[in-house]
């Protein structure tokens, strides 16, 4: 079974801290996502990775940044949290081509 | 841009009442259509994925059809273990690091 570990599943934050949130595949696969997923909105992609050290970002990057120093784990970045960015975070992976993505259980984070 | 909308946005059905869920969507050239299953607090979980127009999957009582603008979700004779929010993606050919694009969903809810 391939497998998406994310750090935490619920975090609660203050608002001005910087937060780390993590996740490891062990597929050894190219590409990495984090989305963020709230009611009304759908899944929105934060920023991806198609390679160590490379990072794009994705449709809603503002407030985020990513990091990518091994193949098998990918960070998300919140370097000051504010409320709204309170909010279900998922990260998943895939390989290159046509293939499914992955995802890990989520990480629920809340920004007081 | 690429953009995939589901409908409806909720659905409830009596154990064993089949229906239909649609996607719809717009994108430069599709490489894949991918369906998942999520259920609440948790990452979405991969079904099927389609490649082409007259492509059909199937698992249990779900199957996937796919035209060249819409994919359909069958369930039928649904159990209320099927009740979960079903999600449609996107991969476009030119998509950069093989990213997906979602719909927002379908909301299922089966009742005994």
């Known amino acids: 079974d391939v497998k998406v570990t994310q750090s935490s599943r619920y975090l609660v934050k203050r608002t001005g801290e910087k937060v780390f949130l993590e996740c490891v595949q062990d597929m050894d696969h190219e590409n990495m996502f984090w989305y963020r997923q709230d009611p009304g909105l759908g899944l929105r992609l934060i920023y991806f990775?198609?390679?160590?050290?490379?990072?794009e970002k994705g449709d809603i990057p503002e407030g985020y940044s990513v990091s990518r120093e091994k193949k098998e784990r990918f960070s998300l970045i919140l370097e000051s949290a504010s409320t709204n960015q309170t909010s279900m975070y998922l990260c998943?992976?895939?390989?290159?081509?046509?293939?499914?993505?992955?995802f890990g259980q989520g990480t629920r984070l809340t920004v007081v | 841009e690429d953009q995939v909308t589901q409908s409806p946005e909720a659905l409830r059905l009596q154990e064993g009442e089949s229906s239909s869920l649609n996607c719809s969507y717009t994108?430069?050239?599709?490489?894949?259509l991918f369906w998942y299953r999520q259920d609440p607090g948790k990452g979405p979980e991969f079904l099927f994925t389609?490649?082409?127009a007259g492509e059909e999957k199937e698992k249990e009582r779900l199957k996937a059809t796919l035209t060249k603008k819409e994919s359909f979700l069958h369930i039928t004779a649904p159990k209320p273990e099927d009740s979960a929010t079903y999600l449609c993606?996107?991969?476009?050919?030119?998509?950069?690091?093989?990213?997906?694009?979602f719909g927002g969903g379908t909301r299922v809810l089966v009742k005994p």
């Open positions: 990775s198609y390679d160590v050290k490379m990072k």
């Open positions: 389609l490649y082409s």
């Open positions: 998943a992976f895939s390989r290159q081509g046509v293939t499914e993505a992955f």
């Open positions: 993606a996107v991969r476009a050919i030119k998509a950069a690091g093989n990213k997906l694009t």
């Open positions: 994108v430069s050239g599709l490489r894949g």
